[in-house]
């Protein structure tokens, strides 16, 4: 694949969703590259449109520019563009080699794995960390899969002395995730990474999903200890917990994953409190919750948090989470009960 061309498809499948101009393209590609010309782009992209691989539609005094997900040939295209992203990401990167042909060997008979990808890959690992994508298959084991990936993890984690974060999830996850109107790590991690393993099935993936709706990626990558007081404030109300004293007004989306994990970073003990009522009342996905508390190392508030919800009100996916924690060697850190007890009457989340 020629370098215009692993380019053009990079940029255009960061972007899904995202109207690009020609020229917003042109700019894009350059942000990430450095150079890019409107003319050089322009003549590649009808080349592009005449292999079917994309489409150019006019827009006004625009032309608007898509991945053809029509075309069937297409999946192979993109493909392709990763593994050439992943020679040029491992150049130079020996360490990373011996690393990702490790995961291949002791992974490559897991059946229920459909593919792995490294998010934000280039910045993680100056930060000598990587944070995994994996998707597996529908499957009943989905939890038992997840906790025997994980010790797989941890494993490598103290072999390579690199920190591995892992986030893991079935086709059902998959596509609530990428489907979602709030803003979540997966909708975030298609603007930037590498599918190392089975890159076809991951495109599939993303083409059977496009086929149904619109998909929608995410440029900027949330840190939840910045998400603002509006928005903690908006979308708690939305989780059924109205703080006393407040003015509503509508802000971004968040998922119910990301708000606890910016809570627990605040040193706010009123506000943690809030934690065990929103997960009452709403659905979550553990390992989501259980990937950005690793992430953002606040996997020992959320345990204790967790395991005093579990006691008072059960629920399989409270217990799955403490498991999935527990597993990852989390620090249980202790929390008030009867303080909770409390407020989870006051919010009516019994």
């Known amino acids: 694949m020629d370098t215009p061309t692993l380019r053009i498809l990079d940029t255009l499948s960061s972007n899904l969703g995202d109207s690009l101009s020609i020229k917003k393209l042109t700019e894009r590609i350059r942000e990430n590259y450095g150079t890019a010309y409107y003319a050089n782009i322009y003549q590649k992209l009808q080349k592009l449109k ?169 440029r900027t990558e949330t840190k939840p200890a910045n998400i603002s007081d509006l928005d903690l404030t908006y979308n708690l109300n939305r989780f059924g917990y109205k703080q006393f004293g407040t003015i509503l007004e509508k802000a971004q989306k968040f998922c119910i994953e990301y708000m606890t994990t910016a809570i627990l970073l605040q040193d706010d003990a009123r506000l943690i409190e809030a934690i065990p009522i929103i997960l009452a009342k709403n659905s979550f996905k553990s390992n989501l919750m259980a990937f950005l508390s690793q992430k953002f190392e606040t996997d020992g508030k959320l345990l204790g948090l967790l395991k005093i919800l579990q006691t008072i009100k059960p629920d399989r996916e409270v217990n799955e989470t403490i498991v999935l924690l527990e597993t990852l060697n989390a620090e249980e850190i202790p929390v008030d009960e009867e303080s909770i007890l409390q407020k989870m009457r006051l919010y009516n989340a019994l």
């Open 50 to 218: 005449k292999e079917d691989l994309l489409s150019l539609d006019l827009i006004g005094r625009s032309t608007n520019v898509k991945l053809n997900f029509q075309n069937y040939l297409l999946i192979d295209t993109l493909a392709e563009m990763e593994i050439e992203k992943k020679k040029n990401f491992l150049t130079k990167r020996n360490e990373q080699l011996l690393f990702l042909s490790e995961i291949d060997k002791r992974l490559n008979d897991t059946c229920a794995i459909r593919s792995i990808s490294a998010i934000h890959p280039t910045k993680n690992i100056k930060l000598n960390k990587i944070e995994l994508l994996f998707l597996l298959r529908k499957t009943p084991e989905y939890h038992n899969e997840t906790l025997q990936l994980y010790k797989e993890m941890l494993k490598l984690q103290k072999k390579y002395n690199l920190k591995i974060n892992s986030l893991i999830i079935d086709r059902d996850d998959f596509y609530d995730l990428l489907t979602s109107d709030e803003i979540n790590p997966l909708r975030e991690a298609l603007s930037e990474e590498i599918t190392f393993f089975c890159p076809q099935t991951f495109w599939s993936e993303i083409k059977k999903v496009a086929e149904k709706t619109e998909i929608k990626t995410i």
